[in-house]
DNA sequence: TAGGCCATCTGGTCCT
DNA sequence: AGGACCAGATGGCCTA
């Protein structure tokens, strides 16, 4: 299932450009627009600030409580507190728009079909697990193949699969590293299956292959 | 309406 | 001190 096929966008845009919905404590986390800059809470843009004010406002704050460590009041200390929660909030917005772009360029080297919505995050990962291993086999059976060695192809049975299934094997086809360009998931998916020589071993040939194979 | 998925916030912990 | 990482909480959106 897709929840957000055409909704929000998944990559949610933060506080410097615009916010996809407000929250409660919004008004303390989000843009420094909303509020005045108190001169212990500076923007982190502060030194694009026209003017550059922020500089000189810090300098004159330094120079006004007597440079470090001095005692700061309970006002001083609540808005460092909410300066650091703020750019922690940032930091790991980002960090997360990054594991989502990560999760995003892995389902592009992914076969999906073209009606099958969106991979969710763990589906993508589970996928992603079982192709690889599916991939694994393709090669070691070419291996068996490519050197003459006397022993037939396992039983499908016994090539096993890190999730206990046996998913089949046919994706040494291509790529996904080496054709991640180009990689045309849908179709190479659907033709896997025929291009298969007629050797293969029959788990090898799935037949209609299931996206769930994978998960 | 319940459940799944997601983005975000938050506080804790570890590391540099 | 500050950043990275993590897990829990919260609330929004979507689908069955």
Redesign the pocket.
């Known amino acids: 299932?897709?929840?957000?096929?055409?909704?929000?966008p998944?990559?949610?845009?933060?506080?410097h450009t615009e916010?996809?919905?407000p929250?409660?404590?919004?008004d303390?986390?989000?843009c420094a627009a909303s509020a005045p800059p108190s001169p212990t809470h500076l923007p982190p843009d502060c030194a694009e600030a026209p003017g550059g004010g922020c500089r000189g406002a810090a300098r004159k704050l330094r120079t006004r409580h007597g440079g470090r460590?001095r005692p700061k009041s309970e006002l001083a200390l609540s808005r460092q507190r909410r300066s650091?929660?703020?750019?922690?909030?940032?930091?790991?917005?980002n960090?997360?728009?990054n594991l989502?772009s990560a999760l995003d360029a892995l389902r592009g080297v992914l076969p999906t079909f073209p009606d099958d919505a969106?991979?969710?995050?763990?589906?993508t990962l589970r996928f992603a697990h079982n192709y690889i291993w599916a991939l694994t086999q393709t090669l070691r059976l070419a291996d068996h193949s490519l050197y003459g060695l006397e022993q037939p192809a396992p039983p499908c049975a016994e090539l096993g699969s890190p999730d206990g299934g046996s998913p089949g094997d046919w994706g040494s086809l291509y790529s996904p590293v080496s054709h991640a360009g180009s990689l045309s998931p849908a179709a190479s998916l659907e033709e896997l299956p025929g291009l298969l020589g007629p050797g293969s071993p029959a788990c090898l040939r799935p037949g209609p292959l299931a996206f769930s194979d994978f998960l």
Do not use: W, Y
Not at 10 to 15: D, E, I, S
Not at 118 to 123: H, Q, V, Y
């Open positions: 299932m897709a929840p957000h096929p055409s909704g929000a998944a990559n949610q845009v933060t506080c916010r996809s919905f929250r409660a404590s919004d303390e986390v989000t460590s650091r929660r703020k750019k922690a909030n940032d930091r790991e917005r960090r997360m728009h989502n969106k991979l969710t995050k763990i589906e």
